[in-house]
């Protein structure tokens, strides 16, 4: 049994800051099955346990990303750098 794993919601904005092409929510969901498995949760500094479309919603919520179309991109203006 694979037991589930954390990661930090930087590892997200980090995938969607890298990436030459913008993601759709379908793209971004395999994109990280790919990069970082599919037993995976994910935390915030004030959030815990969010799955990623529930991680995507708060970082829709406090302006980390924002939609452009079907396109989700990071908002450079709102990441913070710890």
């Known amino acids: 049994m694979n037991s589930v794993v954390s990661v930090h919601a930087h590892e997200v904005l980090a995938l969607l800051k890298e990436s030459d092409i913008p993601y759709t929510m379908n793209d971004l969901t395999s994109e990280v099955v790919r990069n970082l498995g599919s037993n995976v949760v994910f935390h915030t500094c004030s959030q815990q346990d969010l799955s990623l479309s ?3 919603e708060f970082l829709l919520a406090k302006g ?11 908002n450079p203006k709102r990441i913070c750098n710890h």
Do not use: N, P, Q, Y
């Not at 980390?64 to 990071?74: C, L």
């Open 54 to 56: 529930a991680l995507m």
């Open 64 to 74: 980390k990303v924002v939609r452009e179309g079907e396109f989700i991109k990071v």
